[in-house]
């Protein structure tokens, strides 16, 4: 069973870093590309960063330069590093991978980003 489980979000005045953590079980996890995506209410999930197997990384533009994944193999877990962060990263932050046997989600982290 395949399982993805976020951490690390919370409230943070603008400016501010988080780090956060997902942590995979069921899955071969060296082989995968990992992602992180978000959804603010009253919109669309999107993607905000990716990391493949091989390490490429992929981030949207909304983010570059202010984000980082990474991923410890080790550890099964991808983590994503967010600095100097606006109100407008509000949203609930999810965790994706895609194998052969379907799409799984994480069920997300709050990050709250006010004053």
């Known amino acids: 069973q395949v399982q993805l489980v976020e951490s690390g979000g919370g409230l943070v005045q603008p400016g501010g870093s988080l780090r956060l953590s997902c942590a995979a079980s069921g899955i071969i996890f060296r082989v995968y590309a990992m992602g992180w995506y978000r959804q603010a209410p009253g919109k669309q999930r999107e993607l905000v960063a990716a990391?493949?197997?091989?390490?490429?990384?992929n981030y949207a533009d909304s983010v570059k330069g202010r984000c980082t994944i990474s991923r410890d193999n080790a550890k099964n877990t991808v983590y994503l590093q967010m600095n100097s962060l606006k109100p407008e990263d509000t949203a609930v932050y999810y965790c994706?991978?895609?194998?052969?046997?379907?799409?799984?989600w994480g069920r997300g982290t709050q990050v709250t980003v006010s004053s």
């Open positions: 994706n991978v895609q194998t052969l046997g379907g799409q799984y």
């Open positions: 990391i493949a197997s091989s390490s490429n990384l």
